[in-house]
């Protein structure tokens, strides 16, 4: 069966648009839509929605993005400060600078996509290892701690408090100790996003279970990127860009083969993501998820990585739009994924099939 | 069959479920697969009209097969009876029966259809069921052609389904079985809706199915004490009780009264006009009550019921003053031939409770025009119903569909306000006969007020304003009893005018007027509020001495404080303490019939009433329908009248010769025996005889408003029905105007087989448009498997079936159905044929 | 949106006390939804919005037979299907005529028609089907919303029934995405908290059965003790095959479903699917530990090569 489709995928992809997505679609899911039979063979109930649509909207894209950013910095912030060169100290100031610029956001985005926002603080009523949701409300709770606690003693350090006696007390802090735990939460916060979608009943996020791991590389890569574009844009040295990039080009090929899996794992439940009919988001899938915001960043980059050690040259305009598009793709990463989520509930035959184990 | 059980008595039919669990077999017979049939063992598709078809077959299968039960066939029903020589029966005059007048359109001489009889007046018999001219006979003869291939050529139904249905009718009944017919609208609102009935009867007598538990045929009421308002009636023709009203005008006699072996007592006739004479009670008496049987005490009956209504008029010239205080009928006033009366302006004023004509009677344009007519109407309902709107607004669509101008409309309106049921206390009689008191809950909102409270407060004010007036014609109204205030106000609640219900309860119950062990001599009379109860209608006088408002009811309140209607006692086998079924609590009519001639049940198994030998008297589960001490061996004295004329073996005493009626010798207008006419419109010519239609039927042929599709006419060649849904009610009246119920069924739709939509271009969930020659209304299109097309007459009939709920007005509008349905009236109890006619359909909307 | 008045008390109070001690466990209590008797009244569904005074549903005719309602909804926890099965099993199944059918035409080639032909056992359901359920709330053993809420809110009642708090949810959503049934979800039209049945806890506390069992007027929606009805919900399958009805089949009775199975359970005459019901749906609180550990897997993958790259040097 599989290769008898290959060709015929490869060979409908040339004409059109829709037949390119529509062969990748089948080609990383192996499913191919058979409306006739699946009409005929499966049941549904007049083909009503059998669960309910997730009432998220574009507050949790946006806090999916940022939280993944804020995660994603401290954590790339901590390992360059743990283990990097004085040089690399730059990412580190910059890492967590960041963090906390991506986590002020989140708060009120979660607190907005609330029914109830004025209820957000009965979200600490319960601390509950069953529900990623009460989960990840402890942890960009504590993140928040650390991450603050890390960013004001890198401003400390760095002079922007001043110097009366409180900042120099808050300079003196250990901020190498404090990140150990800290990063462990920036994992945290930048992964559990998908393990949040997977302990769901929605068929495209919960069949494969490895939605949590494309988040958090999504989460290294697009932190990666952020930091070198700001790096870049401050004037930093060569050899650290080259080594965040070394970080992101494996990020991105993680995360390139984590999609991968989720899709093959996924398969028929997830054509909302990858298929081109009018609801399903096929086209920014491909186009600005996997091709400019992973593929073609990866391809850039591997064949810069492959063509010499020439660690002093910078390229920063290609780096700049690198960066740029990876982050976009992580965007929509997140966002195709979320909206295809909200097709992938009104499928009942999908929803059904998917519940028949 | 004839029914949509599941679906318009849902309560009830939660007792057919419970049968099913326990083992019967639930057959529904209908034109359209409904919530009913989703349910039943089997299901049957029959075209609509072709009823007497199905049942005639069974009845000759029946007979043809040996699967009557003989000896209840020979001893209660009148099979061995013989029918008078000159009685020619529809086999012989192609559709008709002996006596009818074609210029009169209707049977003028009746009196062939009687029984042979000797010189006393006794119907002769044949037990052998040999004779020719036994009913037995007459009945093999009559149904010999309603054949299984009949069934197939003219419902469409294959015979081995018919069979099926027969077949398990027979099998299930018997001495150790029983079955039951259910039927409600689908029958009743027919051209010959009477006689379809009768087709059940007769197959319910046949196989020992009266009287019996499990047995009987079920007539399910339109609505909550529809039964009530037959018992104690809202009905033209018939006072309390099943007391005909009285009439100054009797056509159609049957001559067979003046024979010397009449089964009334006497008669007059004034010899002009050869019109029965009821103007003194005596005359009334004489051509309504009957000398054998039970209705032997009309007289007792009437006589106490003058006195609910007049008092003490009633006593004087013994009753005759106060009979002549009854308005007399002049012929047919029942609610749709008035419509016709208004159109013609002879109509000047209504008064609507609860009623809507505009969107709820056959016609319905019509009848909008018919009340444009009035001078005044009152309506009485929940909310400003379609009938009490009409006058500023029209359906809108079709010819409709301008606007009105209300200037040119001269009707004065008044709508008052109604309370619901929770908002008053009374009684409700539903389908089983069986009274049950309910209580009041709330006050009702407003100004709206109880429907009581209207008619007594009304009656009060009408009598105020006829105060001293000598007019005879105002003396009936003067002098009324009308006297039901209660004597302190509820508590709590702020409507201090409420009249008492539980004495209204009393009167109909009815009352000593003079105390029953009085001397001679010293007579006190008693009034409503004083008088001892009477504990049931046995002890009713026809000499003044008791009053009671019907007498059926009589027994349901006979004692101060003892209101049965509310007991509410779950136990027993029949639950005897639950309500108060008519009459004198009884559970099952002619329950009699449950025990054999010597008086022992059929079986054990079925055992509900029998002969105590011991005690001697009639005992078992239920009330006896019977006289307790009369032994199964009595036989009666030749020249016995009254009671006396029926022997221990006659269970069916309302009747003259206490049998169950195969043939019927008299009372029905249209014929002795059920005769298959096809519906007033129709596709096809009637397959039976060359008579098409009911010849008795009121066509209205002349009229402009109620033009007919002729028979087979390819402009209308679809067969439409109507049905209720369980999610509203009637016209919608209350239903439509409760955001819940208009969810469950926003929208007015057809149900239309996929076939018929393929022919027509429809889509499903589309618009179409259903024409009549009366009228055109729109509907949302609904292709269902549920309606199917029938082979019938050689070719493809496609039916259709509609929801009647929607109208103008309330919170979900739509097009009214019964602007299709023509006002073709069943000639015995003038009801319209609203469930078999013909239409056309197309796709779209109407502008 | 406008902060309510004394929210603030209440949220304190939700957060550090005035906790009252939970209530004593009573027995289990649940609804057995047995499709056999339905008759498709939508009693229940009047019933229900009648007690619990819910909107009405927007007047839209669906078309999809005489179901007008949909779906359940945050204003709508009880809700009748109809399932059109007419005509598929024309003449007994596999296209064979049945065996009263068969059996009458033979009579017929006989030349006669006997009095009683050799059996006329009609099937306890037509050959046409007109199925009709009334979908509830499940009231699930292991409860997928209730494992998802974050604030508390979702708590089995000392009835083991599944019941929100209205003063406790934040409307955050994780229920409605949890539920495999497509039951709960938050009122947008409304106050913006998550709905569904109730079980008619304020009834049930008070000893009365729920609206919806008490309107059903063939006892097609029965309530009980969880543990009675799941018996008897057996002996009606058994009755039920015994009569032939070989399509009858139980859901939620035994504890396949959401390894806990329902305390409101169904009797069905077709598959689940027929009716909208996953077959075999994922309790979807298992996938956090496989989820969790793709993360962490991928985390530490990220964090190896992230510090072999800074610490090149």
Known sequence: MEQNRLPLAIRESVSSPENVIEGLAALTTGYRPEPERELAEEPSYYDYPAIKQPTWRWEITWYFFFGGLAGGCYVIASIASLFGSKEDRAVARAGYYLSLLALLPCPPLLIKDLGRPERFLHMLRMFKVQSPMSMGTWGLVSFSLFSGLTAVIQGARDGILGRWWGARLLAGLPQRLIALPGAVLGVFLGGYTGVLLTATSVPLWSRSKVLGGVFISSAVSTSSALISLALRIAGAPAHTLHKLERLEWTAILLEMTGLLTFLR???????????????????????????????LPWLVQSFSLLSGRRKNKKNNARGIVMSLLVLAGGYFLRRTMVEAGHTSSKDARTTLWNARR | MGSNMAEAHPIAFASVVKAKEQGAKVMHVDPHYSRTSALANLYVPTRAGGDIVFLGAIIRHILENNGYFHDYVVNYTNAATLVREDFKDTEELDGLFSGYEADAETYTDQSTWDYERDKDGRPLSDPTLQNPRCVFQIMRRHFARYTPEMVEEVCGVPREQWLQVAQTLIENSGRERTSAICY????????????????????????????????????????????????????????????????????????????????????????????????????????????????????????????????????????????????????????????????????????????????????????????????????????????????YKQPGYGPDSSPVDSSKIKTEIFLMPAAATTEKEGTFTNTQRMLQWRDKAVDPPGDARSDLWFVYHLGKRLQELYAGSKQWRDQGLLSLTWDYASEKPEEGSRIVDEPDALLVLKEINGYYVHPPDAKEGEKKTYTLRDAPHVPGYAVLKDDGSTACGSWIYSGVYP????????????????????????????????????????????????????????????????????????????????????????????????????????????????????????????????????????????????????????????????????????????????????????????SLFAEISPELAGERHIRHGEWLIINTPRGEIEARAMVTRRMRPLRVGGRVVHQIGLPFHWGFQGKSKGSITNDLAHMVLEPNVSIEEAKAFTCNIRPGRLP | MAIEQGSLQSMIGALVGNKTPPLPQQTAMGFFTDTSLCIGCKACEVACKQWNQLPADEMHWTGSSYDNTGALSPTTWRHVQFIEHIGRRENGSNGQPSPIDARIAHARGEGLIPFTPPGTALPFFNTDRWLMHS???????????????????????????????????????????????????????????????????????????????????????????????????????????????????????????????????????????????????????????????????????????????????
């Not at chain 3, 019941?163 to 938050?186: E, H, K, L, S």
């Not at chain 3, 969880?226 to 032939?244: D, I, M, N, S, T």
């Not at chain 3, 139980?250 to 504890?255: A, E, H, K």
């Not at chain 3, 996953?278 to 530490?300: E, G, K, Y």
């Open chain 3, 135 to 313: 979908d509830v709330c499940k009231h699930c053993v292991h409860a997928p919303c209730q494992e998802a809420c974050p604030t508390g809110a979702i708590i089995h009642t000392e009835f083991n029934t599944v019941y929100v708090q209205q003063d406790i949810c934040n409307g955050c959503g994780y229920c409605v995405v949890a539920c495999p049934f497509g039951v709960i979800a938050r009122d947008d039209g409304g106050d913006f908290t998550a709905h569904k049945c109730t079980l008619c806890y304020d009834r049930m506390k008070d000893g009365i059965e729920p609206a919806c069992a008490k309107a059903c007027p063939t006892d097609s929606i029965q309530f009980g003790e969880v543990a009675k009805l799941k018996e008897h919900a057996r002996e009606r399958l058994g009755f039920l095959q015994a009569r032939g009805v070989k399509e009858a089949r139980l859901y939620g009775v035994d504890d396949a479903i959401l390894e806990g199975g329902l305390n409101s359970s169904f009797l069905l005459l077709d598959e689940p699917e027929v009716y909208n019901l996953p077959a075999n749906p994922a309790r979807p609180s298992n996938n956090v530990a496989p989820a969790s550990l793709w993360t962490i897997l991928a985390a530490m993958i990220l964090g190896l090569f992230g510090i072999i790259f800074f610490r090149e040097d």
């Open chain 1, 265 to 295: 794992g996924t398969g028929r439940a997830a054509r909302p993501l990858v298929g081109s009919a009018p609801a399903e988001h096929g086209r920014a899938f491909w186009s600005v998820v996997f091709g400019s915001g992973l593929f």
């Open chain 2, 559 to 746: 004692a101060p404080g003892k209101n049965l209607a509310a007991s509410r006692n779950p136990e027993g086998r029949t639950f005897l303490g639950w309500g108060y079924s008519w009459p004198a609590n009884r559970r099952i009519l002619y329950n009699r019939a449950s025990a054999d001639p010597e008086g022992k049940p059929w079986s054990e198994r079925k055992k509900y009433v029998w002969w105590d030998e011991t005690e001697k008297k009639w005992t078992g589960y239920d009330v006896p329908d019977f006289m307790l001490n009369r032994p199964p061996s009595f036989r009666p004295k030749p020249g016995a009248v009254g009671m006396d004329a029926h022997s221990g073996t006659d269970p069916f005493i309302m009747k003259p010769d206490g049998k169950g009626w195969l043939f019927a010798p008299k009372g029905l207008k249209d014929g002795p025996l059920p005769t298959h006419y096809e519906p007033a419109e129709s596709p096809m010519h009637n397959a039976l005889y060359r008579q098409q239609s009911n010849p008795a039927a009121k066509y209205f042929r002349k009229r402009p408003d109620n033009v007919l599709a002729a028979v087979g006419d390819e402009q209308y060649p679809i067969v439409i029905t109507t049905y209720r849904l369980t999610e509203h009610h009637v016209s919608g009246q209350m239903t439509r105007w409760l955001p819940w119920l208009n969810s469950l069924q926003p």
């Open chain 2, 184 to 391: 409600a609208v689908g029958w009743t609102q027919q051209s010959k809706g009477v006689q379809i009935i009768r087709s059940a009867a007769i197959i319910q007598l046949l196989l020992g199915n009266i009287g019996r538990t499990g047995g009987g045929i079920m007539a399910l009421r339109g609505h909550a004490s529809i039964q009530g308002s037959t018992d104690i009636p809202t009905l033209y023709d018939l006072l309390s009780g099943y007391l005909p009203q009285p009439s100054a005008l009797l056509t159609a006699v049957p001559h067979a009264e003046q024979s010397p072996g009449a089964t009334t007592w006497s008669q007059t006739r004034d010899a002009k006009t050869n019109i029965l004479s009821q103007q003194t009670l005596q005359d009334y008496i004489n051509s309504s009550g009957q000398k054998l049987g039970w209705w032997s005490n009309t007289p007792a009956y009437m006589r106490s019921f003058l006195h609910a209504w007049y008092g003490d008029a009633a006593n004087e010239e013994d009753g005759n003053c106060s009979y002549r205080l009854i308005p007399k009928i002049t012929g047919d006033h029942s609610h749709l031939v008035t419509s016709y009366q208004m159109l013609d302006g002879k109509v000047k004023g209504y008064l609507l409770i609860g009623q809507n004509p505009a969107a709820g009677s056959s016609n319905s344009r019509m009848q909008r025009k018919a009340l444009e007519q009035l001078d005044w109407m009152v309506v009485r309902d929940l909310y400003e119903v379609e009938s009490a709107a009409f006058w």
